[in-house]
């Protein structure tokens, strides 16, 4: 901000609409990092009341009936509900009723460092020096220049591309209605993907975001309502 977005924004070389798309993406991520870390994944609870539970199946280590696709996570000591996995980056497991908020804020994530990536290549190869007036010799940020570059290099280009592979892996998984846990389970995730009923792929983003409407795919702001083949009790997470 101080180095490259502030000073060539009041030399009127960096237009308010890039501004605008950099903090749209900063302020995204942070509620959608928010929204997967303190959302409830889908612990199966002890008490599951009259809900049909012919098919479940007793956990080897919780010893708590758990429904079909659900898997214990030793870091929460719970059984989830379609688990995908634990992640360490949000402290919570990924399962069905947050796995929606995961992967907006890996899309958010995405686009804030091929933004900020796009910021320093322009600072280093397109923008002209900045004078005095704007960028003081003085200033920290000014007399650091290069070495905050260089980091802001380095750490847009390592979550650019990592990021960018763990969401082709997640919306992969999405298409073939296999978790990761199960795709690292079997020994074909594609056979699991040919025992799955059919169904389009709008449908199964639907039923992973919680709505049909898909300007609200991305929205991290929003109440979802479980999915009632799977519904314990009526809350909206």
Known sequence: MKIIILPYYKMGIIKMHAIIMY????IMTMLSLLRASLSHPGRVPQYVGSMDQ??????????????PRSHHCSRCGH??????HHCPWINNCVGQDNRFAFLQ??????????SALAFCGSKSYKLPPCPEEYCPS?????????GLLVASYVMSTLMA??????????HFSVALDVTT????????????????PERPMKYRYDELCGTK?????????????????LLYDPHIV
Not at 138 to 146: A, I, L
Not at 161 to 170: D, E, Y
Request: proline content about 3%; hydrophobic content about 40%; glycine content about 4%.
């Open 23 to 26: 903090m749209m993406f900063s």
């Open 54 to 67: 012919a098919d479940w199946q007793y956990c080897d280590k919780c010893s708590h009936k758990r429904p």
């Open 79 to 84: 059984c989830v509900t379609m688990m995908d």
């Open 105 to 114: 804020l890996i899309f958010y994530t995405m686009g804030l460092s091929v």
């Open 138 to 146: 003085d200033s920290w940020f000014v007399e650091h220049e290069h």
């Open 161 to 170: 591309v990592g990021i960018t592979a763990l969401s082709c892996g997640q």
């Open 181 to 196: 846990i199960e795709s690292m389970i079997a020994k074909n995730p594609l056979d699991l993907y040919m025992s799955r």
């Open 213 to 229: 409407n898909v300007l609200l795919w991305l929205w991290p702001c929003r109440s979802r309502l479980q999915n009632k083949q």
